[in-house]
């Protein structure tokens, strides 16, 4: 066990595996964003709200999402899985805390272990070799994305809490049910209590999405994307971020910033942009009354 174990760590540090070297050439031939094209997607860490403003002073309160050493682990292709896919891993783990079977998948990727993997379908014009690092800059500032995240756990909670519901009256003899469901069933015919019932129950915990949240700023030193409004999750919480699946062709982002870095943004590219790049909002000054 120790010598396989070495012997795995060892691969950890050699780079890509012989087998990877082939597709690695094949793979990373030119391609060109379309409107069609679907590019990965990354996983980013809430770090959690902040506001901005923009130049006409107007509040906009936004998310931070970190990229902690995001990497491609895997390719799925569609002659052996049927569908083409990244597997996409986020965050560097320890060895030791990881399972002999995860020790062999990250070694021959050529990547050190993840705490987070996740799949992420892609074109066939998409894909990406085994090892590259997405980063911030994959996503464009003015652009729209998808966050999906388990929403914050609430525990045990009763159905006014967990449904909504308006409660028992609070005068006219009501006597310690104020906050009861009332009635979950009906007389003798069905007899019974219908599945699907709302009643109290587990809250939060569950995944969620929010579509077609607006990114708002991009920090390069960081790797760092400000999105407007709410992700769902507690801080520090693994989150799925790829491009906006309702904003398709040209209305994913702003005409000045397209086509998309397509399948993903260079490292050279990245080094000569600045830090931050900040999403331009235009229209008016919505402070001055029109006449």
């Not at 964003?33 to 923009?54: E, F, P, Q």
């Not at 002999?100 to 990547?111: D, E, Q, S, T, Y």
């Amino acid at each position: 066990m120790a010598s396989l174990l070495s012997s795995v760590r060892a691969g950890l540090r050699t780079g890509l595996p012989v087998e990877c070297r082939s597709f690695v050439t094949s793979a990373t031939q030119p391609a060109t964003w379309t409107h069609k094209s679907l590019r990965t997607g990354v996983i980013a860490r809430k770090k959690g709200m902040t506001a901005m403003w923009d130049e006409w002073g107007v509040r906009i309160p936004v998310t931070v999402l970190q990229l902690e050493q995001c990497q491609v682990v895997q390719v799925l292709n569609e002659e052996t899985h049927g569908y083409t896919a990244l597997q996409i891993g986020s965050t560097d783990r320890t060895p030791k805390n990881v399972t002999m079977p995860m020790l062999g998948h990250f070694a021959k990727a050529g990547v050190e272990p993840k705490r987070k993997l996740v799949e992420f379908e892609v074109t066939p014009d998409a894909v990406l070799p085994v090892g590259t690092e997405l980063v911030a800059s994959h996503f464009v500032p003015g652009q729209f994305v998808d966050c999906s995240a388990p929403t914050m756990g609430k525990g045990f909670q009763g159905a006014m809490k967990r449904h909504g519901f308006g409660g028992q009256p609070a005068t006219h003899g009501t006597s310690l049910t104020h906050r009861s469901l009332g009635s979950t069933g009906q007389r003798k015919d069905p007899g019974k209590v219908f599945k699907g019932k709302k009643m109290a129950g587990r809250m939060g915990g569950e995944q969620a999405t929010v579509q077609s949240l607006k990114v708002m700023k991009i920090d390069n030193d960081l790797n760092l994307i400000y999105v407007k409004g709410a992700v769902p999750g507690v801080d520090d919480q693994f989150v799925k971020v790829r491009d906006a699946i309702k904003k398709r062709g040209d209305k994913i982002a702003p005409a000045d910033v397209l086509p998309l870095p397509f399948p993903t943004i260079q490292p050279e590219a990245v080094k000569a942009m600045p830090r931050e790049l900040v999403a331009k909002t235009g229209g008016s000054d919505p402070y001055v009354m029109q006449e």
